[in-house]
């Protein structure tokens, strides 16, 4: 697999190209709709291998492996009139678009393939989900830090629903500044604090021997700082309301 083209140059597009062309050996050539015009000319001009196309008829002609990156709403505009031949694979990254629709849009016999890449692909250490499982676009993932493939599009559709968590996370994390700012500490002083506490966080993540029930309890005294938080912040209504939550994303995804 050495022709990849990407329809729809967004955060992910540019996550997927860097992951594949920054400092490797062998890059593949890359060829870019001009959807996401600026984005797409950064990327053409740091790499030698990436070329952005006149049209996305251009991207799917020149491609073995085309991702599909444009936003859901966005598809039938994008792809309207594409013809995509069958011996092609077509790897789907939009959200809440079945493989099937996709299909009807297309008009094709090309093998689809639903993905779930996550910007730290840029950085080829993110495991991507793919469904159904295919040799061609679990190589691609597998060299932007690995696949996951699955067996079953709802177990997709569940793990789909967890990466509506992401911007949560990072307001969290934005929460605890403020409350820190409003104690008097200087913006940036509780700024860089925050972001070297949860990078320690990350880092633990790593260690995959360690359930993450067991790596909370590790970082909990009985009795604690981190006990009292858990339990008084985070109790069982709080953990209710973000299952419901999940729930709903769930069952709008399906």
Not at 79 to 90: E, R
Not at 203 to 215: F, T
């Amino acid at each position: 697999m050495q022709r990849i083209g990407i329809i729809g140059v967004g955060e992910i597009g540019r996550a997927i190209v860097t992951g594949l062309c920054e400092g490797v050996d062998e890059a593949p050539e890359v060829f870019l709709s001009p959807r996401g015009a600026r984005t797409a000319a950064e990327l053409s001009s740091r790499y030698e291998g990436v070329q952005v196309c006149a049209g996305n008829q251009e991207v799917v002609d020149r491609s073995e492996v085309v991702i599909v990156a444009v936003r859901a709403q966005d598809r039938r505009e994008a792809l309207a009139g594409l013809s995509v031949d069958d011996g092609k694979t077509v790897v789907n990254v939009m959200a809440g678009v079945a493989n099937e629709d996709l299909r009807r849009t297309l008009a094709t016999d090309a093998a689809l393939v639903r993905a779930i890449p996550l910007p730290s692909v840029r950085e080829r250490r993110s495991v991507t989900v793919t469904f159904p499982s295919h040799p061609v676009a679990d190589a691609l993932f597998d060299r932007l830090g690995g696949a996951q493939p699955l067996d079953d599009e709802a177990d997709f559709d569940v793990l789909s629903a967890l990466t509506g968590t992401l911007t949560t996370h990072y307001a969290y994390l934005a929460a605890l500044t403020s409350w820190a700012a409003d104690q008097g500490i200087a913006s940036d002083v509780a700024d860089r604090y925050v972001r070297g506490l949860f990078q320690d966080v990350g880092r633990a993540l790593g260690d995959e021997s360690r359930s993450l029930d067991r790596l909370a309890a590790d970082h909990e005294t009985p009795g604690g700082s981190n006990e009292r938080i858990r339990t008084t912040w985070f109790d069982a209504p709080n953990a209710a309301a973000l299952r419901r939550a999940l729930d709903g994303l769930l069952a709008d995804l399906r």
